[in-house]
């Protein structure tokens, strides 16, 4: 859009609209300081189950509760972060496409008519990724590049760093 | 006697089932089985204006709540067992008695099948006491943190006679999903058994002076909603139908038999869209009723009207834990007669608001953490549609009338 206006208007103009889209584009630095430094997430999974590919249906189907066990029929654990973690809404928006007020309207409509089992809650990404490193058929998320707590020893869980997709 | 007979074996096997539930989740250690155990608890308040709505509410009532409390058992990825007691008060329309709110098995014949790129289907069956669903909200209505006010809109009938009918019932249900790129389509069939109807809610359903005996035939359900792009937009379209059987013996002399046959359909239309701050929800259902009541093989009544009711819902989420709503909601006895003009001319004496309700509501609510929950709106009402005669005993309805709703809540 900016290069169309800019050509379509002469000297002045178009610097003018350069100027605006630096300051633009400086208030969404300052608009927005916790997405820029958070990163985004990644999926992991327990290591049993480190080759199967996800794509994001797959990961809608599995974070929805509908599917219930990995194409080798281990049964899939799902484990989440607090609602309102940050983690959860970075992960709902840049994974799943959608909002973690969402995703939890599913999981309560599922835990209250006995049609499955509501995802497990942690409450850190420590205990996540331990949760997942010890659970067969487990899948999570954490901040990605957060090493903090990575040991030496941990496999390599990085599966599918979908293509990240801001929603809102 | 076969009826009591009847619920007394019904009792034993819901008992049998909760023992059998409750051992195999005391045993998880040892079969390394998936078990979930979660439960909900509300309690309402509702001051209203000119009618009474759920209790002497006139004088503030607080004969409005709701409790359950289930279990869900994974015995192998494709086989679950899941039951829940619930009670539920709400004036006359409710009891508060303990009872089963849904007690099946689930096996998932096709656990999921990847049949390309971007297409995924699984299907399964549930085989007992089911959920009907009906619209967005009919399979959770009495769990305040998933229905979206302290009263649902007028499509669910909240305050009507119909819960019997349309909420669960013994049965078998077919459901499928298909995962195809944007969308995720739900596909949910239900038949459902030949059941009774509660004491509670046949006096809502039939006025007579002698015994009577009130069964539900023939009920089905079926859904199908697309949900797309992860629930940012969501559409279904359900159907239900059920047949009430009406008999009784007129004591004249000879005594003369009564029989009905209340054919009910609800369908529904549902759309909603899942924005970041901002939700819209609307649903519009048509309620064919088609009665035809014979004394002794007279003809004493035949009608065939169609009800119809719809609203529009905005939410808005302030924060996190803050939310605020607004909602029109509208609903009639006959969509041919939407004012009850034709209805009062033809019986004197009835009035015609009595066939029609309009409801304005403002809402708000606010949730503390992961289990608490508070809710508060204010209706608005013109007509007695919604409203129970049976609650309001020896009084002149009040044409427009207004409703404040509380409710605080605790869920795990």
Redesign the interface.
Known sequence: MISSRRDAKEGQSGWRVVWLAASLWLLGLLWMPGTASAGSVEIIVSPDEAGTHI?R??L??IF?M????W?N?????VFVL???DAVTDLFCREQ???????MR??W??V????????PT?VGSEREMRERIRTTPGAIGYVRSGDTSDRRSSWPTLLLAALPGKP?? | MAEPLRILAARRAVRRTLAALLAVALCRSALAL?Y?V?G?VAQGFVLSSGNNFFGTSTDGSLDYYEA?L?A?V?V???L?F???GAIRAAGVTDTGRPRLD???M?Y?FL??I?AGA???V?AGI?IGKV?NTVGFFN??RD?I??RPSILLPSVYGDNQNQRDLVFAAPGVQLYG?L?W?NH?FSLVGTASSNRGVSQAEDRLLVSLSVPFSLRIEDSWNAQIMDSI????WQLGVSAFYGRFILTATVPTVPPEGLYGTIGVGLDVLSARY???KLSITAEYALNPNKDAITLGGATLQNSDIIADTGYVQADY?LT?QWGVMARFDAAFLDRNDRNGRAYAAANPGADPASRYSYDFTVGVHWRYG?HWGVWGEYHLIDGTQNVQPLQNPGRQLADHWSMLMLMAGYTF
Request: proline share 6%; glycine share 12%; aromatic share 6%.
């Open positions: 794509d249906t797959l809608r189907a929805t509908r599917l219930r066990q194409p029929g281990t049964p899939i654990h607090p609602d309102r799943l496409g959608t909002y973690p007020y969402v309207a599913t309560d409509r835990v209250f008519t006995g049609t499955g089992l509501a809650v929603r809102g | 998936d979930q979660h909900y359950g289930n869900e994974q192998r990825s494709n679950l899941a039951a829940q849904y007690a099946l689930d998932r656990p999921g990847n971007n297409l995924d699984d549930r959920k399979e959770t769990v943190f998933t999903n995962d790129g995720e792009d992860g629930g940012r899942n924005g970041e989420r996190s992961e």
